[in-house]
């Protein structure tokens, strides 16, 4: 604790043990932020001590993150910058304030949470000292741009010894070949002198050729001198490309090496790892562990393929990319999906298929039925070595690119991986850390159902062995100065009884890369582009929305003058819709001005398979009863094929409505998404990735799921203001499709994304990026921590 702060205590003993002591009498072992705030400002109201709210102790107060507390003691977890954490012991009686390490503060912990028979000796895990000599980034604002930094640093140190660091490029170039085929170089090329007058000679050489004729017109004379195919499709791109090569070469800068990098022809094939859920392109989305990922997988290949094929064109090279999405086949998949059908042609690509895979019992069995995300971990295992089999057969070899999806695909792409020795990009979408309160140190708790025992031990061993990260958010990997990054939870945490993690992953780390994803164009476009609408839907629209009785709904909207305030999700406790009901049912005001539509689910409990949603569809009758809700709430339990969701957003937001995203927490919020990109004003929670999406006010705004009242008066607010002043709406509206075209398109995800393969690819050749002693570590890990774990989880299915 910084020496104001401890003089202060010391010189104020009456308020500060007065204060202390309160924190002792709420009877609880841990306190939140929120809590020891809300509660030091009560004790200065209630007792006359204001002065205390612009103390140095205040300040304290304002950025502890948490407390446990056990008599005589408090122990803090103070962060004040993100990423940076200090942790001090409060001794309550004496008022001695002291220092501890991370590892003394986890301890304390798992005895309030264990009692004092802890063993005395834990396993820690402390992936530190492999990283210690690791460059890593120093400030904040530069979290999640390593690449950047990475390409600053290393094309430093790498080219300090040009001659060194020109032998590798050598190298490099010289490893590329497609089916047998060389690219870039051939046998010709020996040496960096060799190389150097080969780029002279070839430059000499284009400079009398058209700058549009094509390799095929220059080839023999090219690979005469030691060039092969893949520098560029016509005279004038191959011409840049050499010039850039023969710039690195004399002067290396970082931009020129991401430029030539990204030129590079070495990604020819990708495999994206989706195992849990119902994978599928049809009649899936609802369905449980189902929703966001697969909608963003498969908008995401439609990109890749587009980026891969387009960059291979401009090379030279008529090479067809390939792209595999596996996932689990599942036998008894629910009539009217594909779940169960072992290869699938992605629609909109050319040539991209989801390839599916069982899951086998230790004897070899397939097994059936879905099996819940939380329960897959006992066949991740021997999935990855089937599908290893299976990757290579379909591709014709081992794919350039491996990116996992979510715990179990990122899992599965380390196995994967490590076995082809390839670049690993790791995509988490949502880490269930964070989801769930103190899930680390009630773990115990939590196993009959979540297994997070398994799940955070997969997660510390696929994060530390990925290549590279991509978030869609910086708050996902290093959160806000008031609340920590879903990746930053993972830098210590305790599972009591199990292990202690001390130092395990670090947000400064320049593997970590925001890039955004976006909403299918196609599908997801404004409003008012009327020569797109498909108004052949609206006939339908209008049924579902404002008829009668549905066999899949329930409530019909008495008043159909009043907009719609729209909301679709995944009927579950975190994208908490039935909080959203609450909230609406609550506030007169809301009712008033506006109806509430929701999707989400199933209607009826019976057709639910998941115990949590069928908890959530009780929940939701139940607040429909409670409320009398059933003339101003239309819940449709239905599943939307992506054209008529794109058109529904679309004809709410002719009816001059809006849409909420009310969920506790959002790893990035594609719904949020969708809707800005039809042009529909956007509610959101502010936990997660909308309150980068949103900038509120101007595209939308934020609100907190936790003050369901506030939320509600807000949302009663912007109708007001729309029906009393012209143009707000359409203000709104612009707002939000500006911050779309500029931020959120998935051109731009492509693009990156196939840029930051080719450069860790190339650091990971030229350089320890591999880290051997980390790989070893990460495997003892896994087998004699996750191995077992996994092998006692029984699958409830």
């Not at 140095?56 to 954490?85: K, M, N």
């Not at 773990?443 to 979540?450: I, R, T």
């Not at 990971?764 to 003892?780: A, G, I, P, Q, W």
Request: charged content about 25%; some cysteine; aromatic content about 10%.
């Amino acid at each position: 604790m910084n020496d104001p702060a401890s003089q202060y205590l010391r010189a104020h003993r009456d308020a500060a043990y007065r204060l202390l002591r309160r924190y002792l009498g709420m009877g609880k072992p841990f306190l939140l932020r929120s809590e020891l705030w809300d509660t030091f400002v009560a004790f200065c109201e209630a007792e006359g001590e204001r002065a205390l709210l612009d103390s140095p102790l205040a300040e304290v107060i304002r950025v502890t993150q948490e407390a446990a507390v056990r008599r005589p003691w408090i122990y803090i977890a103070v962060r004040r910058y993100v990423a940076r954490w200090r942790y001090y012991r409060i001794h309550t009686e004496t008022l001695e304030v002291g220092s501890v390490g991370v590892s003394e503060y986890l301890a304390f912990k798992e005895q309030l949470v264990d009692g004092e028979a802890g063993e005395e000796w834990v396993l820690e895990f402390d992936i530190g000292p492999f990283n210690r000599d690791f460059p890593k980034l120093r400030e904040a604002r530069s979290i999640g741009r390593g690449v950047e930094f990475l390409n600053r640093r290393l094309s430093s140190q790498l080219f300090q010894d040009l001659g060194r660091g020109a032998q590798q490029i050598l190298s490099f170039l010289r490893t590329h070949h497609h089916e047998g085929r060389p690219l870039m170089l051939n046998g010709r090329v020996h040496s960096v002198e060799e190389l150097r007058r080969c780029l002279r000679q070839a430059q000499d050489l284009l400079a009398r050729r058209p700058q549009e004729a094509t390799w095929e017109q220059v080839a023999r004379e090219l690979q005469a001198l030691g060039l092969e195919a893949g520098w560029g499709r016509t005279v004038g791109r191959i011409r840049d490309t050499l010039e850039l090569l023969a710039d690195i070469l004399e002067a290396p800068a970082p931009r020129q090496l991401e430029r030539f990098l990204g030129r590079i022809p070495m990604i020819f094939r990708v495999a994206i790892l989706s195992p849990h859920g119902y994978f599928g392109q049809d009649n899936v989305l609802g369905l449980p562990d189902t929703g966001g990922q697969v909608v963003y997988i498969l908008d995401q290949v439609r990109a890749l393929e587009k980026e891969m094929r387009q960059r291979l064109h401009e090379q030279g090279l008529d090479i067809e990319p390939q792209i595999l999405v596996v996932t689990r086949l599942i036998p008894e998949a629910p009539p009217g999906t594909t779940c169960d059908q072992r290869l699938e042609p992605i629609v909109g690509t050319r040539s991209a298929r989801i390839l599916r895979v069982p899951f086998r019992e230790a004897d070899g069995e397939v097994v059936r039925p879905w099996i819940s995300r939380f329960e897959v971990w006992p066949y991740l295992e021997r999935f990855a070595r089937d599908v290893e089999k299976e990757l290579l057969a379909e591709m014709g070899g081992r794919p350039d690119l491996v990116i996992g999806n979510y715990s179990d695909g990122n899992l599965v792409a380390t196995l994967l991986a490590h076995r082809l020795g390839v670049t690993q990009c790791n995509i988490a979408h949502a880490l269930e850390k964070t989801k769930y309160l103190m899930s680390d140190l009630y773990w115990k708790d939590n196993e009959p159902h979540y297994h997070f025992a398994c799940q955070f031990t997969a997660d510390l061993i696929a994060m530390n062995a990925a290549d590279f990260i991509i978030t869609s958010t910086y708050q996902e990997i290093a959160g806000r100065e008031d609340s920590v990054g879903q990746y930053e939870s993972y830098a210590a945490f305790t599972m009591p009884g199990l292990y202690r993690v001390v130092n395990g992953v670090d947000p400064f780390d320049p593997k970590f890369n925001i890039v955004s994803p976006g909403a299918d164009a196609e599908i997801y476009f404004p409003y008012n582009q009327r020569e797109r609408r498909l108004t052949g839907l609206h006939g339908e629209l209008e049924a579902l929305v404002y008829g009668g009785p549905h066999p899949e709904g329930r409530g019909v909207l008495q008043d159909r003058e009043k907009p719609l305030l729209f909301t679709m999700a995944r009927l579950d406790r975190i994208k908490n819709i039935t909080g959203l009901v609450a909230w609406y049912g609550a506030c007169e005001r809301l009712r008033r001005v506006a109806n509430l539509l929701v999707v989400a689910g199933h209607v009826d409990p019976n057709r639910s398979t998941d115990e949590e949603e069928r908890d959530q569809i009780l929940r939701m009758h139940e607040l429909m009863d409670r409320h009398g809700l059933d003339g101003q709430v239309r819940w449709l339990g239905l599943r939307l094929e992506k054209n008529l969701s794109g058109e529904l957003y679309r004809f709410v937001a002719d009816r001059r409505g809006a849409f909420v995203q009310p969920a506790l927490f959002e790893a990035f919020g594609l719904t949020v998404i969708e809707a800005m990109s039809c042009g529909l004003p956007t509610f959101a929670t502010r936990y997660g990735g909308p309150l980068e999406i949103i900038e509120h006010g101007v595209s939308g705004f934020h609100i907190d799921p936790n003050h369901g009242d506030q939320a509600a008066e807000l949302m009663a607010d912007f109708f007001e203001r729309c029906a009393r002043e012209p143009g707000y709406w359409e203000r709104l509206s612009e707002g939000a499709l500006e911050r779309i075209r500029t931020r959120y398109t998935w051109e731009l995800y492509a693009e990156r994304m196939m840029t930051l393969s080719r450069i860790y690819g190339f650091w990971k050749y030229v350089t320890n990026l591999e880290r051997d002693e980390t790989r070893r570590y990460l495997e003892m890990f896994y087998g004699l921590q996750l191995r077992p774990l996994a092998r006692q989880v029984r699958p409830s299915s």
